[in-house]
Structure formats: structure tokens, C-alpha cells
């Protein structure tokens, strides 16, 4: 590991998971590295660091975005939210829950980035198709090959949601 120089650092303003913070990042450091080493939110899982498995999805005002392309200073200025944010303390989201109901979380390690591909589809067409869903989620990979208890997690979220 190599220590950055001062100049080679850049302080960003940014709202994660709803609490404003000012800090300095390396220039280079991608966002998912920043929100996992130093932000702590390990939700965040790199698989491909190159934006195609949505491993690393989280929400950027709201859009989501693959944080392994985007870079820290990027976040300046902007909302984050991360998976840890979707549940209230110990109480899951209504999609966090359709996810366990329907075993949509196979080995896991994708399940935070299609939480957050779902969540920003729910925001925006809280009564989705089947169609819908299976097109939202088709920037994340599952290499458990679960993608029909994610898309009836999705499903039976928005029900609950749309209702």
C-alpha cells in the first residue's frame, strides 16, 4: 500500500445512508473502496470491478449506479445509500423480507446489489410487470443461477408495496 501526498487527496461532501459527511479520499479510490475501508459498509461486494456483475450496485440520488466505476470524488455533493440502510435497526425492508420468504439470497454474495436495483424499480413503479423486473435486474449476475425467487421477491415486495 502506498501513502497518497496531500495533493493526491480530495475532501468530498456526501450524504451516506442519510448522514452528511465531509472527508478526504484518495483521488483515485473508487467509491465502493471508499464506502467499504473507510465507511465501514461492507454490504458492498466487488465481484467483477469492472461494472458488469451489479455486485456492487448502490443508490446515487436515488439511480442505481455501480460503484466499482465510479470514483470517490464523484460522491461529492451527492446521496448515497447502501444496503444497509434498506432495514429500520433490526426490522427488514418489505423487499428484505419477500428476498428471505422466497430463499432469494442464495450464497449471498450478489443479494446487495439486486436489493438496491429493486429498490431504485419499486421507487420509480411501485406496481411493476414481470417483465419489468426481470428487465431492472438484468445488470446483475447471480451465479447461484437464483433469478426466479429474486424476480418473485421483487414481485411479491411490490404487492405489498403497491398496495
Do not use: W
Amino acid at each position: 500500500m502506498t501513502s497518497s501526498s496531500p495533493s493526491e487527496r480530495v475532501e468530498i461532501d456526501v450524504e451516506v445512508n442519510g448522514r452528511r459527511r465531509t472527508v478526504a479520499v484518495d483521488a483515485r479510490d473508487t467509491l465502493a473502496d471508499h464506502l467499504r475501508n473507510d465507511q465501514k459498509l461492507t454490504g458492498i461486494k466487488l465481484g467483477c470491478e469492472h461494472g458488469v456483475c451489479g455486485a456492487c450496485t448502490i443508490l446515487m440520488d436515488g439511480a442505481a449506479v455501480r460503484s466499482c466505476l465510479t470514483l470517490a470524488a464523484q460522491g461529492n455533493g451527492r446521496s448515497i445509500r447502501t444496503v444497509e440502510d434498506l432495514s429500520d435497526g433490526a426490522a427488514l425492508s418489505p423487499l428484505q423480507e419477500a428476498f428471505k420468504k422466497h430463499h432469494a439470497l442464495q450464497c449471498g454474495f450478489c443479494t446487495a446489489g439486486f436489493l438496491l436495483s429493486a429498490t431504485e424499480l419499486l421507487d420509480a413503479n411501485p406496481s411493476p410487470t414481470r417483465d419489468e423486473v426481470v428487465e431492472a435486474l438484468s445488470g446483475n449476475l447471480c451465479r447461484c443461477t437464483g433469478y426466479q425467487t429474486i424476480v418473485e421477491a421483487v414481485l411479491d415486495a411490490a404487492g405489498q408495496i403497491g398496495n
